[in-house]
């Protein structure tokens, strides 16, 4: 519990209200010297510190003995009475100490006074003792639970790309096995730019961004192979501002984004899809043309959703899916 009070701030607070409580001694005692006052300033003080720092082991033990979760009002009150027994020790030696060195004389209304500023002062350490506590534990769960969710959210991204990547290379495989008796040289190029997609996703697996120039140069591998599969039923076209080639992004989001344009549409000569990747200083933007699929295999319809729920947690603006009767366009904020 002391951990989350920082003991400085506190003592200053108790030497401000020590010198309040000063001012008011002044006027009680106008006809007592200098050094009568300074004194009990001096006593008053180490008394405050005194006070914080037993009420502080008694709520350390408190806490190990029974949790303020498991009995709060019992324990609240428990203690307050405690630390007003306390309190009133510790001021009843004060004035005692006031009265045996200077003749100080404690009027019956004052010392009913003070044993209500003790209970007063008791209730308000303890306030701040729980209510301390409480924030802590507040901001603790509060962050553990935002943790929770990001490492679920980077979970269902990472699930949705190790879907991607056995359907993407069993095609590749099988561009490749057509390929060796088709065009040998061109088969060894596709295999070369397919080793690099994989080294690629193998090295980044675990970082959460790459330079949005990195994920370029890889998804210009990716298309390669796409281009060899497709040939001229696919386009893709890349215009990415120069300014934004350092910003970052999920490494092989572009990847997810254009084998999910792929997995949803009809790709033919006749009917070529379009995609084009762009930024406009805030969003990498991809964007493709529609001719929807009838029917789409392994599509749990949670892919954008996974893609959402990441950046939640790596960034402040929102990811965007625009999605017309010509055009799907999804909108990821850059880093």
Not at 111 to 126: G, M, P, R, S, W
Not at 247 to 275: C, F, R, W, Y
Not at 313 to 327: A, F, Q, R
């Amino acid at each position: 519990m002391t951990r989350y009070l920082s003991r400085k701030r506190s003592y200053t607070v108790f030497f401000i209200i020590n010198l309040v409580m000063a001012v008011i001694r002044l006027g009680i005692y106008p006809n007592q010297t200098i050094t009568f006052h300074i004194v009990i300033f001096i006593a008053a003080y180490g008394l405050f510190i005194l006070a914080w720092e037993m009420l502080l082991l008694i709520h350390n033990y408190f806490e190990k003995l029974f949790p303020v979760e498991s009995m709060p009002t019992k324990r609240i009150v428990i203690q307050i009475l405690l630390t007003t027994i306390l309190f009133t020790i510790l001021s009843k030696a004060l004035f005692g100490f006031a009265s045996y060195v200077f003749g100080i004389e404690i009027s019956d209304l004052l010392d009913k006074v003070i044993y209500l500023l003790n209970f007063l002062v008791a209730v308000i350490f303890n306030v701040t003792l729980f209510g301390t506590q409480y924030f802590y534990q507040w901001q603790r769960d509060l962050i553990s639970k935002t943790n929770l969710e990001k490492e679920q959210a980077v979970v269902k991204y990472d699930a949705l790309r190790n879907q991607l990547n056995p359907h993407f290379l069993f095609n590749a495989l099988t561009s490749l096995n057509s390929l060796i008796f088709e065009n040998q040289q061109l088969a060894s190029d596709f295999l070369q730019q397919l080793s690099k997609v994989y080294r690629y996703m193998l090295q980044n697996k675990d970082i959460t961004t790459v330079s949005l120039q990195t994920e370029l140069n890889f998804i210009a591998h990716y298309i390669f192979l796409l281009k060899t599969r497709f040939e001229d039923a696919i386009e893709v076209v890349i215009h990415v501002a120069d300014d934004d080639l350092d910003k970052g992004v999920v490494p092989a989001m572009t990847q997810v984004l254009l084998e999910n344009a792929i997995k949803h549409n009809v790709i033919s000569i006749d009917q070529p899809l379009k995609i084009s990747i762009a930024s406009n200083g805030d969003y990498l933007i991809v964007e493709n043309n529609i001719i929807r699929k009838k029917n789409v295999e392994t599509s749990n319809k949670q892919g954008m959703e996974n893609v959402r729920s990441l950046y939640n947690y790596l960034s402040d603006k929102p990811v965007e899916i625009i999605d017309t009767e010509t055009t799907f366009t999804v909108k990821i904020p850059l880093i």
